[in-house]
C-alpha cells in the first residue's frame, strides 16, 4: 500500500456509505484520493468531500485499479461479487456485509477489543462486524476483561437506519401517511412499523432464530476468541431512526458488583458509562445520535443467576454499528 492511501467508499450514496465520508472527514483521515462508487443509478451524483464536490462513479470490476483500501457498504451480494475483484486488483476490501464475517481467512474486527486480528487477513478482506454485536460488545468487553464473560441473554431495539437508507424513509412515509389518514406501503419490513413493534430482523432460520441474532452468538464468540460461548438473543426492529438499544443479562464467571461493574469501564476508548437511574440518568438512543461512543447504563446485579448483571447498552448503529467501526479498521491498517 502506497504510504498515503486511495481510498473508495462501494454503496457511497447508501446510509452507511454516506457516515463512512463523513468520519473520513471528521477524523482527517489521511488519504490521496475518495472515489465514490455506487450503482449506475446514481452514477453522476455530486457528493462534497472536504471542500471539494466529488462525483459518483457507477461499481464495476475495473474500479478498483489504483484503490489501496475500499470500503464496502452496498449488501452482501454486491461485497460477494465485487470484494475479491478488488482484493486481486490489490486493494485492502474492508467489508461491512456479513458475506465474509465467518470466513476463518477474514478477520472480524473491533478496533477496541481485537485490533491484533487485522493484522492477518490473508484474503485481504477484513469484516466489519454486526451493529447489534459491535455494539453489544463495546459494553461488554470491559466485564469480560475483568470477569470473564460466560453467557449473554439479549433484547435488542433495533432502529430502522440498519436497513439502510430505505428503511428510514419507510418509517418517514408511515408516519406521515397515518397522521394526514392516507394508505400506505410495506416495502421494507413485513408490518407496519410506524407505531409499532416487530421482533424479526433478517430471516427465520431453521430452529426459530432469526440470522440476526444467531450473528450476536457467531461473531461475539469470534470476536472475543471465547468458542463456547453462550448466547441467546430476540432482535426487534423499533420505530427509532437511528441508535440501537440493547438489553443485555451477562454471566461471568467471577463474582460481580455494580461498583466493581462501573470501575471497568473506566479508560475504555469508546464507551461511556451513563448510569445513575435514581437521577434520572441512562443513555437513550438520541444520546448516541451521530456520537462515536456507546453508552451503558442501568447496571444492575441480576436477581436470577449467580455472577450476573443486567446492563442497557446504546450505540448509534449507523457510526460506531457500521461506518466508524470500518474507518476505524482502515486507521489501524
Ligand atoms: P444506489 O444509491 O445507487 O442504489 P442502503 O443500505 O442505505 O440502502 O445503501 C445501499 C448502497 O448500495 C447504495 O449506495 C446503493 O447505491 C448501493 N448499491 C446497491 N446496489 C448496487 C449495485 N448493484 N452496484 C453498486 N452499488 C449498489
Redesign the pocket.
Known amino acids: 500500500m502506497s504510504e498515503v492511501p486511495n481510498v473508495a467508499i462501494?454503496?457511497?450514496?447508501?446510509?452507511?456509505?454516506?457516515e463512512m465520508r463523513l468520519c473520513l472527514e471528521e477524523r482527517n483521515f489521511p488519504l490521496k484520493s475518495l472515489t465514490l462508487?455506487?450503482?449506475?443509478?446514481?452514477?453522476g451524483?455530486k457528493m462534497t468531500f472536504r471542500g471539494e464536490e466529488l462525483t459518483?462513479k457507477?461499481?464495476t470490476h475495473d474500479s478498483f485499479e489504483g484503490i489501496d483500501i475500499a470500503l464496502f457498504?452496498?449488501?452482501g451480494?454486491?461485497s460477494l461479487s465485487?470484494g475479491p475483484s478488488a482484493a486481486a486488483a490489490g486493494c485492502v476490501v474492508i467489508d461491512n456485509s456479513s458475506a465474509f464475517r465467518m470466513d476463518p481467512e477474514v478477520p472480524l474486527v473491533v478496533p477496541e477489543i481485537n485490533p491484533e486480528a487485522a493484522r492477518n487477513a490473508p484474503k485481504k478482506i477484513i469484516a466489519n462486524p454486526n451493529c447489534s454485536t459491535i455494539i453489544a460488545l463495546m459494553g461488554l468487553a470491559p466485564l469480560h476483561d475483568a470477569f470473564g464473560l460466560r453467557s449473554i441473554i439479549a433484547s435488542t431495539y433495533q432502529a430502522v437506519?440498519g436497513?439502510?437508507?430505505?428503511?428510514?424513509i419507510e418509517l418517514e412515509e408511515q408516519v406521515k401517511a397515518i397522521a394526514t389518514d392516507q394508505p400506505f406501503e410495506m416495502k421494507v419490513y413485513p408490518r407496519q412499523i410506524a407505531f409499532n413493534v416487530i421482533p424479526q430482523v433478517d430471516a427465520f432460520t431453521d430452529n426459530g432464530y432469526t440470522k440476526e441474532e444467531l450473528k450476536m452468538l457467531n461473531e461475539g464468540r469470534k470476536i472475543l476468541g471465547l468458542e463456547h460461548l453462550k448466547v441467546s438473543c430476540t432482535c426487534v426492529r423499533v420505530p427509532v431512526y437511528r441508535s440501537h438499544s440493547i438489553s443485555i443479562t451477562a454471566q461471568f464467571e467471577k463474582p460481580v458488583d455494580v461498583a466493581s461493574a462501573h470501575a471497568a469501564y473506566a479508560d475504555r476508548a469508546g464507551v461511556k458509562l451513563m448510569d445513575d437511574p435514581a437521577n434520572g440518568v441512562f443513555p437513550v438512543p438520541l444520546d448516541t445520535t451521530g456520537k462515536d461512543d456507546c453508552l451503558v447504563g442501568r447496571v444492575r446485579k441480576n436477581l436470577v443467576f449467580n455472577n450476573a448483571l443486567d446492563l442497557w447498552m446504546v450505540g448509534d448503529q449507523v457510526r460506531k454499528g457500521a461506518a466508524l467501526n470500518a474507518v476505524q479498521i482502515a486507521e489501524l491498517l
Request: hydrophobic share 40%; charged share 10%; glycine share 22%.
Open positions: 462501494v454503496g457511497a450514496t447508501g446510509a452507511v456509505g454516506e462508487l455506487a450503482s449506475a443509478r446514481s452514477a451524483k459518483v457507477e461499481l457498504s452496498a449488501g451480494g454486491i465485487y437506519s436497513s439502510g437508507a430505505q428503511g428510514i
